[in-house]
């Protein structure tokens, strides 16, 4: 699904050079559920951007589905990301007016899909998170498990084969952050790839496979059947 070779990623803060990925390889197979981690400027953000076709590699290969993602234009990265890949974010990033249905029909719009199968698929995918009761409430009538349930919902209506969250849980408390990544286990046993970057190792815990990333290389992997495994 997923093979990135020698990763660099560099930015340029006025005559200063930042290395960001400094020859990064990570494979992620078809269907696993794992956590990204690292610490703060470890780099897994940039991952997170050249993962989801938010960004592109400074230079190295990176094989998405076995196409070569690397140097996208905008425009490709943008149908990558609308036919492949389903975003959920600490913040929700609902709109503040807008009932949790055409919150999730609206990906659907740019996908090309007709009025009458954008609103039965966004049905559809707010039943799928426990939503069906909750379609024309607006986001400040929901709680925030109920708004990041319809962020998830958005996420999978266009039937992605990729969920990628970015620290899904850490607006949530204990309990509300349980049940979400219980939909993550559920998307996950459904056949989706799952990818959660989380600083919470109890987050990362309920994943298949935990990929430690410092200083802008991957340097362990680590699961709950075999221990760790230096990269």
């Known amino acids: 699904m ?5 990763i660099t990623k ?20 078809d269907g696993e559920f794992v956590a ?14 050249i993962l989801g076709c938010l960004d592109i ?5 990176y094989l998405l589905g076995g196409e070569d993602v690397s140097s996208l234009t905008d425009d490709e990265q943008a149908r990558i990301r609308n036919r492949r890949i389903g975003f959920v974010f600490q913040q929700f990033n609902l709109l503040p007016r807008t009932p949790a249905l055409k919150q999730v029909a609206l990906p659907l719009m740019y996908a090309g899909y007709d009025r009458t199968d954008r609103m039965d698929r966004a049905a559809e995918a707010l039943k799928r ?7 024309h409430h607006k986001p400040d009538e929901l709680s925030g498990g109920q708004q990041q349930r319809v962020a998830i919902a958005r996420a999978i209506a266009t039937a992605p084969t990729i969920i990628l969250a970015d620290e899904p849980t850490g607006a949530l408390d204990t309990v509300t952050g349980d049940e979400i990544l ?23 815990a309920r994943t298949n ?3 430690w990333i410092r200083d802008g290389l991957v340097v362990e992997h680590r699961s709950p059947d075999n221990g760790s495994m230096s990269s």
């Open 2 to 6: 997923i093979r990135m070779r020698n």
């Open 10 to 29: 560099t930015f340029h803060m006025g005559e200063t050079e930042v290395h960001a990925l400094r020859g990064l390889d990570l494979d992620i197979g």
């Open 36 to 49: 990204i981690m690292g610490p703060s400027g470890s780099g897994k953000s940039t991952l997170m951007n």
């Open 57 to 61: 590699p400074t230079s190295g290969e």
């Open 129 to 135: 998170v426990g939503l069906g009761d909750r379609m």
């Open 182 to 204: 219980d939909i993550f286990q559920e998307l996950h046993a459904q056949g989706n790839t799952v990818i959660v970057i989380t600083h919470d190792p109890d987050v990362a």
């Open 209 to 211: 496979r935990t990929i």
